[in-house]
Every structure is written in structure tokens, then in C-alpha cells.
T-cell receptor, first 112, second 114 residues
């Protein structure tokens, strides 16, 4: 049974700092891994999707990596800004599965 | 990509009443997903809705409490029946689409039950 864990649960950093959010999963037979952002009381916004065959994806200041063998993914945020403050969720879709498994999220606060 | 809208965006309801949430997608999709997010928690899948067949419910969720309709490939409704304060949550509609099965979410419906 796939389990997804995100560490840390919460993170507070000063503006401008580079930071890494971690996601681990127990079953390496994944089809894809997706990172989302959620603002308080809102829906989820897709940030990056990494296919099983890929090692990383980049979008602007965001870079997501995937290491299936170790069951880990990281989301790197460069030059953080107060507008990056949100909860970041990692989600895994297993090969042959139809149900996405979500981590509990990392709540990020970037101080101005 | 997929653009998803939900109605209502929020509501405050009395105990014992029912609320129907609508979800509209801008493209045809096979499966639509309904999630619940209780305060401070991550997402919990309620059910998967396929067009032309009954929804598939996850453990802990039943059709009598959360009836779902899926009349076509772009629309679905979720009803929260006989509500209690424990049903206060954000309800999210979601789809997966595209070559890589990218998942997209609607803006959510914030429900408060008094």
C-alpha cells in the first residue's frame, strides 16, 4: 500500500532564502508524481508533474526531482518570496492505479 | 490542461439539511473525483464518478450520505445529505487528463454546518 510522507510539516524562512521540501513514498512502482500548492481555503494548483521516467522538472523558480529507487522527491524553491507562502502537497499516482495518494503537506511561511 | 469550476464557493447550512455542489469541467473527462478536506487535514477521496455508471465510494463514505450524479462527461454533482457539524469541510472536485494524467482541482466549496 502506497504511503506518502512530507517533511517538514511546517517551515518558516526569511525572504530570499533557497529552500527544499521533501516527499517520500513507500512503493517505487509509480506512474507519476505531482507537486501542488494550496492557499488557505482554496483548491489545489498544480505546480509540476514528473513522469516515472523523468528525473526532474523545472518551472521558473521551482525545480522538482524524483529518485524512484530511494522513494524520494524534492521541491526546490529558489529565492523565496512572501507570495510563496502556502501549503505544498506531494501526490503519487501508482502504475496501474487510479487513486492518487497525497501527502499531508508542508506549510511554508516566507517572512518579508 | 483542464479548468474546473465549482458552485457554490461557500455555504453555511443548518444541521439536518442537504447541499448539492456542482462541478463543471471545460473538457470531456472519463473520471471525476470528489475529495473532502477537513480543517487542517490533507485530502480524503470520497468517490470516483464515471459517466454512465454508479460512483465508486471509498471506505467510510456511503451513497446515502454523499449521492453523486454524473450526467455527462463535463459535469458532476455531489450532495452532502442530512448534514452535521462534522461535515464542515472543503469539498473539492478533481479530474485527471492529458497525456501524462495530470491532476487538476476546482477552487473548492467551503461548507460550514451549524
Amino acid at each position: 500500500k502506497q504511503e506518502v510522507t512530507q517533511i517538514p510539516a511546517a517551515l518558516s524562512v526569511p525572504e530570499g532564502e533557497n529552500l527544499v521540501l521533501n516527499c517520500s513514498f513507500t512503493d517505487s512502482a509509480i506512474y507519476n508524481l505531482q507537486w501542488f500548492r494550496q492557499d488557505p481555503g482554496k483548491g489545489l494548483t498544480s505546480l509540476l508533474l514528473i513522469q516515472s521516467s523523468q528525473r526532474e522538472q523545472t518551472s521558473g523558480r521551482l525545480n522538482a526531482s524524483l529518485d524512484k529507487s530511494s522513494g524520494r522527491s524534492t521541491l526546490y524553491i529558489a529565492a523565496s518570496q512572501p507570495g510563496d507562502s502556502a501549503t505544498y502537497l506531494c501526490a503519487v499516482l501508482n502504475t496501474g492505479g487510479f487513486k492518487t495518494i497525497f501527502g499531508a503537506g508542508t506549510r511554508l511561511f516566507v517572512k518579508a | 490542461s483542464a479548468v474546473i469550476s465549482q458552485k457554490p464557493s461557500r455555504d453555511i447550512c443548518q444541521r439536518g439539511t442537504s447541499l448539492t455542489i456542482q462541478c463543471q469541467v471545460d473538457s470531456q473527462v472519463t473520471m471525476m473525483f470528489w475529495y473532502r478536506q477537513q480543517p487542517g487535514q490533507s485530502l480524503t477521496l470520497i468517490a470516483t464518478a464515471n459517466q454512465g455508471s454508479e460512483a465508486t465510494y471509498e471506505s467510510g463514505f456511503v451513497i446515502d450520505k454523499f449521492p453523486i450524479s454524473r450526467p455527462n462527461l463535463t459535469f458532476s454533482t455531489l450532495t452532502v445529505s442530512n448534514m452535521s457539524p462534522e461535515d464542515s469541510s472543503i469539498y473539492l472536485c478533481s479530474v485527471r487528463t492529458g497525456e501524462y494524467d495530470t491532476q487538476y482541482f476546482g477552487p473548492g466549496t467551503r461548507l460550514t454546518v451549524l
